[in-house]
């Protein structure tokens, strides 16, 4: 993978994360406590500044009260995609 693969990727990935904590009215803040981030790190992952580990989106995944799929469809095969009630 090069690096603008992977870059994309990050891009991809935070901002499906920033949009989908905006549609649960989450702000940063909000989000990175119920997910056990520091609010910076959740921002920067937003901004596509970080490669995120799977353990990382799936704290960010429970804190939207969701799967790792609704995060990254590729992720598809790790678990089904539902939200957690």
Known sequence: MTEEQKQ????RIGLRIAT?????GLSQEQLSERAGLQRTHVSRIEAGKYAV????IQAIAE???MTVDIID??????APLKRLT
């Open 8 to 11: 994309a990727t990050r891009d």
């Open 20 to 24: 989908l904590r905006k549609l649960a």
């Open 53 to 56: 580990t799977l353990e990382t």
């Open 63 to 65: 804190g939207l009260g």
């Open 73 to 78: 469809p590729a992720l598809a095969d790790l």
